[in-house]
């Protein structure tokens, strides 16, 4: 079983299948010492419980009713505070046994609540089953008779139970992971600097990297050095580049991937003329969640043609960059971009993080645009 990730978070293997049905299967014994003969109702507290619940009563049989409740509170008035209510009890529970099954019990606010609840209804006796239980946290009197498993105080996932809504059908438990999330998604900035040729993604891509002290990624700057070392990877680029056409995806796509292996404790990256196609862009999703990242934000610098063209003539005067000095190789630089590239402010706009900005006007104009794109 390998690392999952859950919205943001990414969670480690923590308690397996076989360990959980062990545990399920002493808590059932110990229940059933105790109560057959009997004729208990357990009454289950939604969601959390219904993996626990059903695996639980799988190994009960003796003659017993179960039932299910949903926890609901809202705000009381100051003295009351927030007031418990349970919704969904059809069983009568005056005169009899209970057991409450909880999949987890922390400060034990809830159960308490439940608890309570359950003994003024007229409850014979009322006892808790819960599959979880932290003890270094727990801050009530109730004792908590049936424990299958105790845990430190950890957030866990899995076996019915949640991070915001999702993980309940993992088939074992997950806990979040300390290391992975020190680096996580919150202390990363991730931009993908997006344009046409002369856009001004490498000009406004020094400035960010100051800024926000991120690891600034070139493809073109890349591939360039490769020519300049006359490296096979050079030679191969150069015959595309030299035409106005895009190297081949999977020679980027494995530069990238070099690269964020080579800067593990980057605080994000700039991307900056990469993904050219939609197999980049793709490439980069996968690689990210290796690193347990994301792109933020896709920043996409407009430009007319006109301006385009008349900037990149005006560099080529001393730039020394092939593909600038002719018009023809220019021009066929932004038929590719409108052709394979510009098709990929959908997939940034389908996943909410396409932002148009105005590239023209002062280089410090075009700057602060961005970075108040990138605040909010
Ligand atoms: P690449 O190096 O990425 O070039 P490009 O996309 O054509 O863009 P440029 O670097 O020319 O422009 P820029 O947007 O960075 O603008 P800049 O800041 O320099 O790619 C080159 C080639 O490599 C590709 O054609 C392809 O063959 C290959 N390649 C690269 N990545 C690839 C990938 N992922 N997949 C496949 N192939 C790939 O600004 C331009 C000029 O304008 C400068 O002179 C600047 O001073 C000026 N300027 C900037 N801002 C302003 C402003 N606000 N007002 C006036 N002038 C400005
Ligand atoms: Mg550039």
């Known amino acids: 079983m390998s690392r999952i990730k859950i919205h943001d978070k990414i969670f480690e293997p923590f308690i397996s299948a076989e360990e959980i049905d062990r545990a399920v299967s002493k808590v059932a014994d110990q229940i059933t010492k105790k109560y057959r003969g009997r004729k208990p109702v357990f009454i ?3 969601n959390g419980c219904f993996f626990f619940a059903t695996d639980l009563m799988r190994k009960i049989d003796f003659s017993c009713e179960v039932s299910f409740v949903k926890v609901a509170s809202y705000v009381g008035t100051q003295t009351t505070g927030n007031v418990r209510q349970l919704l969904g009890l059809d069983q009568k529970v005056a005169g009899r046994d209970v057991i409450i099954i909880e999949d987890i019990v922390d400060t034990g606010n809830t159960i308490e609540a439940v608890t309570e609840i359950i003994a003024n209804m007229g409850a014979a006796s009322v006892s808790v089953a819960t599959l979880l239980m932290k003890p270094k946290i ?44 020190l680096k996580s ?22 400035k960010l990297k100051e ?20 490296t096979e990877l050079g030679t191969l680029a150069k015959s595309f580049m030299d035409k106005g056409e895009l190297v081949p995806d999977e ?7 070099n690269c964020l292996n080579e800067n593990e404790s980057a605080k994000g990256f ?35 043609d006109e301006e385009l063209v008349d900037r990149i003539i005006k560099r ?3 730039s020394g960059r092939e593909d600038d000095k002719n018009e023809s190789v220019i021009f066929n630089r932004i038929i ?19 932002h148009a900005i105005a590239g023209v006007g002062s280089v410090d104009d075009v700057f602060d645009r961005l970075t108040s794109s990138i605040k909010s």
Request: glycine share 10%; charged share 25%; proline share 3%.
């Open 138 to 181: 727990y801050s009530k009197n109730i004792d908590i008779e049936f424990v299958a498993i105790e845990i430190d105080p950890e957030f866990v996932v899995g076996y019915g139970l949640d991070y915001d809504g999702f993980g309940r059908n993992l088939n074992q438990l997950y806990v979040l992971s300390q290391a992975q999330n």
């Open 185 to 206: 998604d919150e202390d990363m900035l991730n931009i993908v600097l997006f344009g046409p040729p002369g856009a001004g993604k490498g000009t406004q891509a020094i």
């Open 251 to 257: 020679v980027v796509i494995d530069m990238i991937g």
């Open 44 to 46: 289950g507290v939604l």
């Open 336 to 354: 590719t971009y409108n052709k394979k590239t510009a098709p990929l402010k959908n997939y940034y706009d389908e996943q909410g993080k396409y």
């Open 270 to 304: 700039i991307f900056d003329g990469f993904p050219r196609t939609t197999e980049q862009a793709e490439a980069l999703d996968n690689l990210l969640e290796k690193h347990s990242t994301e792109i933020d934000t896709m920043l996409s610098l407009e430009v007319d």
């Open 211 to 230: 800024k926000y002290d991120l690891v600034h990624l070139s493809t073109g700057d890349i591939l360039r050095n490769e020519i300049k070392n006359e």
């Open 316 to 318: 080529g005067k001393e």
